[in-house]
């Protein structure tokens, strides 16, 4: 079960985006829903950032080549199939699954964006995706964004969606967004894709920019096991529909973007595969941002911390050993604060002398747990969320195939 994660509740339709999701026979489960179409209204703006794994799926390259050539008018997702380390004939596939599209509605071919998650190096059943897109442009419709969660979804337990509005001018904007993702989690960016859209007017150049920003402190700023994927990929649409102008620099929306991404980020934490605890890793008072994020992320994957996380058991030793291992540029042992909570365990490289293990033990008896770091070195600071390492996990992905 996620760790204090629920269902999503009202979801905005988002003027100029409609969708659609389906079983198109991807996944052996006929209840299950494995295709979905995103049709984005003609004059919108889009920006997308992707994995940086160099073994990057079919999908993701022929994505990265059509944005290239046109603005994108459809978004065609597939879960169950990865397309990914299946060579030319899975460039070929996604390719073709794109012509369909593109044949459906009469737009240039490059106008349309394919994705996929789900199992790697299986051939994608390119007929089933062909003989469902009908149906799919038959049931477009604005406020189809929870169906659409559910049909991106693989491992994941629950379908993950948050959605705003706020006013600006006198008008109301809407921000929605759909996330999916459970395990093999890690920055550039994880297993996952994500869609958000809103009906604010945003050109290329701010929009390009507010996502880089919402990306850097929400699905770059997670992770459940220190894999990275072939697939992940995230898109921000933008329609205008609103009439109202954004720029990057617009605090209310900026505000309320980041939210949505955040909440989507940490919804993936939440549902990570055997997931039983939901920690948040804040190291603050760092030589420079990469040392801060290089702390929190030594933390947040090592598997002894992660397994003590998991029995509730107050052994900061392990926190304190990864600490010590970071590969920091700097580090002075006797600047070193350590925090679970409130609850501060180490004082300047040193057992605090107030500490009573019954205290630790209260915090990491917790679902959501907060370690915090004070290096002591600078000003700066870096937040991760992760997750514990179960049982549970260790079935979920030895059955992945089975």
Known sequence: MPVGLAPPQQLYPVKGIRLAACHSGIKADAQSADLTLIEIAEGSTLAAVF???????APVQVARDHLQQSAARYLL????NANAGTGQQGMADARQSCQHVSTQFSVPVETVLPFST????????????????????????EDQWLDAARGIMTTDTIPKAVSRQLTIDGQTISITGISKGSGMIRPDMATMLAYVATDARIDQQALDSILSQAVEQSFNAITVDGDTSTNDACVLMATGHS???????HGQFIEALNEV??????AIVRDGEGATKFVEINVA?????RDARQ???TIAHSPLVKTALFASDANWGRILAAIGRAEVSRLDIERVNLYLGDVCLIERGLPDTNYRE????????????????????GDASARVWTTDLSYEYVKINAEYRS
Do not use: H, W
């Open 358 to 377: 019954e205290l630790g033990q209260r915090e990491m008896s917790k679902q959501d747990i907060v370690i915090r770091v004070d290096l002591g070195l």
């Open 261 to 266: 991404f955040r909440l989507l980020a940490q």
């Open 295 to 297: 702390m929190a992320y």
């Open 118 to 141: 789900g199992v790697i190096g299986a051939p994608l059943a390119v007929d089933r995706i062909a003989a469902a897109i009908p149906a799919l442009a038959a049931d477009l419709s």
């Open 77 to 80: 997702i597939n879960s169950g």
């Open 51 to 57: 994995t940086r794994n160099r073994f990057c799926a």
């Open 285 to 289: 008072n760092a030589a420079d941002v």
């Open 243 to 249: 009439q109202v102008a954004i720029d990057a620099d």
